[in-house]
Nanobody, 124 residues
Framework: QVQLVESGGGLVQAGGSLRLSCAAS????????MAWFRQAPGKEREFVAA????????YYADSVKGRFTISRDNAKNTVYLQMNSLKPEDTAVYYC?????????????????WGQGTQVTVSS
């Protein structure tokens, strides 16, 4: 089993920045791809960004490309999401996810483990 715990969410004004963290524990050796998803009220969970085990490959949703940066520190078993130039439409609960198979997928069903989520609210 793998446990994921997100932190760093909060309330920020449009144009501001936040840095989310996701700490992993448990069977760390089995974790490959890490990703961030988000879910706004009344909407489906959507892909935000993913990073390979080495950190050398990253993918982003078009809506966040150029504003968000995903990274990881394997020594600390932590993945980060730096969010800049935030917009009100970025308001959502942000979830960290892990995929044992290293597929770098964009679909939620491809991920095996999930955190509890952290709320990000961007005011206009």
């Amino acid at each position: 089993q793998v446990q994921l715990v997100e932190s760093g969410g909060g309330l920020v004004q449009a144009g501001g920045s936040l840095r989310l963290s996701c700490a992993a524990s448990g069977r760390i050796f089995s974790i490959y791809t890490m990703a961030w998803f988000r879910q706004a009220p009344g909407k489906e969970r959507e892909f935000v960004a993913a990073v390979s085990w080495s950190g050398g490959t990253t993918y982003y949703a078009d809506s966040v490309k150029g504003r968000f940066t995903i990274s990881r520190d394997n020594a600390k078993n932590t993945v980060y999401l730096q969010m800049n130039s935030l917009k009100p439409e970025d308001t959502a609960v942000y979830y960290c996810a892990a995929d044992r198979r290293g597929r770098l997928g964009r679909a939620a069903y491809e991920y095996d483990y999930w955190g509890q989520g952290t709320q990000v609210t961007v005011s206009s």
